[in-house]
């Protein structure tokens, strides 16, 4: 139902091990990383488009994004989003097929054509250039009726679809529900990214069409969304096509988010999953951390670098390799668009106790307010940064995606280079803030195990409650 870890993709393409490079030298702060080029208009109903034109390659990017995601799901049709946007993909008045079949009749390509993640639901295709005219027909023609080929019988086939993906990417993945899981313990019920696992889905049994038009209607408006092309396209002939094709669709009434509260404190929450199909347990710690357009959410990048860095980080350098109790270590941060999560991950050795790690990971943390970020940590950082935000815009698809999710959270198509160069100016004292900030004892540990080995959770003599769902029927 949620697309894990968008955001991860977005920030994170390369991973710590490309990053954190050795020989980093003070000279790197003087490197700044240049934004996309791009130009902007927005037509008379409100709806943003971009252009970054690239003539390398006879190919455009198309993105068409719209400013809602899962976190906009009413708290009882929760998943409804991602119903939402398998309806708009079945074709349009004008385009009597699925647009994934209709796109490859015209030669294109894409690495999932639609996705919906907590805040955004986009739509996106690579085509030939002299295809162009014909693409944003389409586009335009699902805007502006996009549940013309809904049907209930194409509802219940998208209904099924859909738990089909749930069963693939979440239900058949060891400890597949771990991230919703933790999200329901972080954010409290009532919350945009508060999910129910046991009920993910459920609430959708019974919805009709008319349901599924009244909840996502108002969302797929002009001036609710951004159309992003990059490629290679004449731009005069493009604004052309698209004011002929977009502008005259109604704009839609204001679009009202659902509203992210601030949290107040929980202390502790401890949990344990079980899994019958797991080789070895995980250790899992998360904190609620920063949304996207936080000033904290560089400071909070950087502490995952510090801690999990390859051959460099505090955490892994004691787990892995002078300890040698750890496989695998992680610390990211991840966020949305009005909160975020920072979460350590560890995969401990065979034979080895969840509660040592636990202790060693908290050791760590705490020591982090005697020894502070080094400056070499922060141009490690720093470096691993510039590159990620460079290297992840190689395609034009990722241009596109990217310019269409900068201009609907933040109004700026390239505010990935503002904060990507604010890491120039970071210090250790702000990394140090970060870590007492949001590394609280506000958090969820998890204790991932084989099934029937809770004497194996982290400190068991604490109280825990075990969130394993219940295993569904056979089916006959």
Known sequence: MRRALHSLRRHLRLIVCLLLLAGVTADVRSQQVQPLAFTRFTLPNGMNVIFNVDHTTPVVAVNLAYHVGAKDDPPNQRGVTHLCEHAIALGSHNADQPFQTFYRSIGGTSTRWAETTDDVTSFYVLIPSNQLETALWAESDRMAAPFTRLTPERLSTIRALVAQERQQNVENATFGVSRELTLAALFPAGHPYH?????????????????????????????????????????????????????????????????????????????????????????HLDWIGAGYTSPD???????????????????????????????????VHYDFENAGVFEINVLPRPGVSLSTIESLVDSVIAGLATSPPTAEEIERFYAANRVTATVSLQTKLARADTLSHDELLTGDPVFYVAQANEARRLTSAEVQRAASKYLTSNRVVMSLVQAGQLGSISKPDLPFVNVTPPRAPARP
Request: hydrophobic share 45%.
């Open 195 to 283: 999910i129910e696992t046991a009920v993910a889905g459920a609430e959708l049994s019974n919805l009709t069409t008319a349901d599924l038009r009244a909840a996502c209607a108002t969302f797929y408006t002009p001036s609710n969304a951004v159309l992003s092309l990059s490629g290679d396209f004449d731009p005069q002939r493009a604004k052309a096509w698209i004011a002929g094709y977009f502008a005259t669709i109604p704009a839609g009434v204001p679009v009202v988010h659902r509203r992210a509260p601030p949290i107040a404190p929980t202390g502790e929450r401890r949990l344990v999953l079980e899994d019958r199909r797991a080789a070895q347990p995980q250790l």
């Open 297 to 331: 959410r560089v400071a909070l990048m950087a502490l995952g670098s510090l801690l999990s860095g390859n051959r460099f980080g505090r955490l892994s350098k004691l787990l892995i390799d002078e300890r040698q109790l750890a496989a695998g270590v992680s610390a």
